[in-house]
């Protein structure tokens, strides 16, 4: 039987990015050298929405790019014979960045082990980070974020779903139990 419920709602996801941009900006003590770029597809979008807050708390806008990293991954031959790739682009130099990697949900890290590869495709930055709304454990590789939204303790059956009104309509953070 399936079971879902909420974990976070707009004004939590709200908040927890409001926090993060805080964040980001006392470690880097300014934007300096900052930039985001947004693992597609709702990475993007929290990444959008945090440079859209250092925006209005610094007054700067941050450089903010995206990028698709399925053909990066070791598993990309199990999604599919065709899979979809979306676009990746990344409208300045990372070389001598500090990069923000931006992507909703935390899991086993290997999502995040294909971007830090796809971004050194691009250059050389001096610090690579990693921003998440959601860490649920469960790793198989050493990463972790630097700036995580919410833990949420999980087991392997369990779905991590979010929702952004950028592409579903709602804002909303939902686990499914299977």
Known sequence: MDKTHNILNAQE??????????????????TEKLALIGIQTRGVHIAKRIQ????????VEIPTGH?????????????GHHPIVQATNIPFSVEGKNIVLVDDVLF?????RAAMD?????????????????????????????YAGKFVE???SETVNVMLKECDNLDQVTIKQE
Do not use: C, N
Not at 67 to 79: A, E, N, V
Not at 118 to 146: K, S
């Open 118 to 146: 796809a971004l050194i495709d691009f250059g050389r930055p001096d610090r690579i980070e990693l921003a998440v709304l959601v860490d649920r454990g469960h790793r198989e590789l050493p990463i972790q974020a630097d």
């Open 108 to 112: 086993t890290g290997r999502t995040i």
């Open 67 to 79: 990028m698709d990293i399925t053909l990066y991954r070791d598993d990309w031959t199990q999604i």
């Open 13 to 30: 996801i709200d908040r927890i990015l409001t926090r993060m941009a805080y964040s980001i900006i006392e470690i880097h003590k300014g």
């Open 52 to 59: 859209t807050k250092i925006m209005g708390i610094e007054g």
């Open 154 to 156: 999980t087991r392997h």
